[in-house]
């Protein structure tokens, strides 16, 4: 069912950890190849090689590439109440973490006359990306919307790939949630095509989609190779791959609930990975037998079966739960689970995970829908240096620099100093053009250096 990895008996270091730890086949790189001419396609023919990829990769020819306001209005008004209700309860629990995210703006006194000041400064436009494939995530359409609108970004625009179930527009409950956050600029577009469409922008009858400064949001492998490819033209949150769940667990845990969350998880994607680390050999048996009976009874029997069974997933059994911590902060997963005594204290000492759920009333699906908190987040190790998203992905930080005369007579003469010292005496001339008197003298004789490349 599940792959076993035994860990006792040693402590491995960070670099083994690496290359013993499970994780999924996921080559952006060999992707692009595939991503190319499609993204060059739609920057040069526009709205019809966006038509001809829906066609293509989604079987449906959309009838627009704008999805009308009464299209979007009318799936608010045919949405089930129980959905909505859920969804107007996710976006306001939403709404009380990203608000207190907001960054305030800072001044430092440097000097007598001289202050930088630290501007927050929202993205002029950004493109939010909710992908349709196995699942509908109308989910996704919150976790990118609120901390987009709670940074101030004044212009978003939402593309999701049209459905042929559903006359070619996304699918209606991600059309529902975009009405409820106030979203009216949402694109039937979906896969790479949406990410070049977004990026490049396009003209259809008469109406422009105008290009994006970042796009965010999870998607396929094709999705994360055309943001690796347009990255730089555009700013991404993320290269987001397959998503993990990851589960620190001791003999206090429930192997029921254990084994439940590993497959909440298991069913989005055959790719999904499940890693339970252990120093509890009882409870890896408990929670293998459980999985049995759970994976047979579920839905997507097919999809999570695969998903548990795969490379990306296993239960790793350590000596004891330092070694425990080493192996969850070596993997870094997107999800993390502490289900141990004391796990307050030890969810303290996890240094690297995208989200960290405490205790055993606080599963990933909390996280994914209603906690608050944000389901986009880093995967395949990348927590161990990125975050997931949040307001502060859609600020950009400004720098505001104000110095009066006397404040730069009393520094010129450092930076004429250190302008030479670079080999860059215009920079330095700059100064003694306003402040001559700060000339440092003679410069030393003998070779200038040149500055570092």
């Known amino acids: 069912m599940i792959p076993r990895l035994d860990l006792r008996g040693r402590r491995p270091g960070l670099r083994e950890l690496r290359a013993a730890l499970p994780r999924a086949d996921f080559d952006v790189e060999a992707a692009l190849g595939a991503v190319r001419p499609v993204v060059e396609d739609v920057r040069e023919r526009g709205a019809a090689a966006l038509h ?3 066609e293509r990769f989604d079987g449906v020819r959309p009838p627009a590439l704008r999805v009308p306001a009464e299209v979007v209005a009318g799936a ?26 907001r960054r305030s703006e800072g001044v430092t006194r440097v000097a007598p006359g001289g202050t930088v000041r630290e501007r927050w400064v929202p993205v002029d436009r950004v493109g939010l990306y909710v992908p349709g494939g196995r699942a509908v995530y109308p989910s996704s359409v ?11 970004v004044p212009s978003l625009a939402v593309a999701s790939p049209p459905q042929r179930d559903h006359g070619g527009w996304p699918h209606p409950t991600i059309l529902a949630a975009c009405a409820l956050l106030g979203v009216d600029e949402v694109y039937a577009v979906g896969g790479a095509q949406a990410v070049a469409a977004l990026a490049y922008g396009f003209e259809e009858d008469g109406a422009v989609c105008e290009p994006v400064s970042l796009v965010t949001g999870p998607g396929n492998i094709y999705v994360t190779a055309a943001k ?9 949150d993320s290269e987001a791959g397959p998503t993990e769940i990851g589960v620190l667990a001791d003999d206090t845990a429930d192997p029921e609930h254990v084994a439940a969350d590993l497959v909440s998880q298991a069913e989005h994607d055959p790719l ?22 759970r994976v047979s009874a579920t839905k997507h029997t097919e999809r999570v079966a695969e998903a548990l069974a795969g490379r990306q997933s296993a239960v790793v059994l350590v000596d004891d739960l330092e070694v425990g911590l080493d192996v969850v902060n070596a993997y870094a997963a997107e999800h993390l689970e502490i289900h141990t005594a004391d796990a307050a204290a030890v969810a303290a000492r996890v240094r690297n995970a995208g989200a960290v759920f405490v ?41 505001v ?7 730069l007579r009393e520094v010129g ?9 670079e080999d860059l005496p215009a920079h330095g001339e700059a100064v003694l053009a306003r402040v001559p008197e700060v000339e440092p003298g003679a410069w030393p004789p003998g070779p200038t250096g040149s500055r570092p490349s």
């Not at 608010?76 to 995210?101: K, M």
């Not at 976790?143 to 101030?152: D, F, T």
């Not at 690796?228 to 991404?236: C, P, Q, V, Y």
């Not at 620099?401 to 404040?407: K, L, S, T």
């Open 52 to 54: 001809d990829a829906a």
């Open 76 to 101: 608010l008004e045919t949405l089930d109440p129980l959905v909505r209700a859920a969804l107007e309860e996710s976006i306001r629990r939403a709404r009380l973490v990203h608000a207190d995210q």
């Open 142 to 152: 919150v976790m990118n919307v609120v901390p987009a609108q709670e940074a101030g």
């Open 228 to 236: 690796r490819l347009l990255k730089g033209l555009i700013g991404i």
């Open 272 to 293: 999904a990975a499940a890693v339970l680390v252990t120093d509890s050999p009882a409870l890896a048996a408990a929670v293998e037998e459980a999985l049995g009976r």
């Open 359 to 399: 205790g055993t009333w606080a599963p990933v699906s909390l996280g994914d829908y209603c906690a608050g908190s944000n389901h986009v987040l880093p995967t395949g190790g990348c927590a161990c240096h990125s975050s997931g998203l949040s307001v502060q992905s859609f600020l950009r930080g400004i720098h």
């Open 401 to 407: 620099v104000e110095y009066d005369e006397a404040a």
């Open 413 to 421: 003469g450092h930076v004429v100093v250190l302008a030479r010292a």
